[in-house]
């Protein structure tokens, strides 16, 4: 009922930028927060940034001043500017949101796509 498509990823050298995109599509009745995670290899998932329907920002200590989250409710989609890019970067970066479908009105799930590949070389 709720697709998330990540795109952006890729192999960048250090001190390079990417941009992610993330497209939401589905039955989807309201967007609430939206945000990017990621997960290293051996690592939990951990929180990237996220941006709350108002436009509020919640950034990751060791992102902050280097990456951007942005969203566009219109088109239900989210982004992630990240500049100054270090090998401890890399990672599955993963799209999320907080969602209620029409379905299921009054009720807010999170929702998760597939991930996106980021990969910083040194």
């Known amino acids: 009922q709720v697709q998330l498509v990540e795109s952006g990823g890729g192999f960048v050298q250090s001190g390079g930028s990417l941009r992610l995109s993330c497209a939401a599509s589905?039955?989807?009745?309201?967007?609430?927060?939206m945000g990017w995670y990621r997960q290293a290899p051996g690592k939990q998932r951990e929180l990237v940034a996220t941006?709350?329907?108002?436009?509020?920002?919640n950034y990751e200590d060791s992102v902050k001043g280097r990456f951007t989250i942005s969203r566009d409710n219109a088109k239900k989609m989210v982004y992630l500017q990240m500049n100054s890019l270090k090998p401890e970067d890399t990672a599955v970066y993963y799209c999320?949101?907080?969602?209620?479908?029409?379905?299921?009105?009054?009720?807010?799930?999170?929702?998760w796509g597939q991930g996106t590949q980021v990969t910083v070389s040194s």
């Open positions: 941006i709350t329907s108002g436009g509020n920002t």
């Open positions: 589905g039955s989807i009745f309201s967007i609430y927060t």
């Open positions: 999320s949101i907080r969602a209620v479908l029409w379905v299921a009105l009054g009720t807010a799930n999170d929702y």
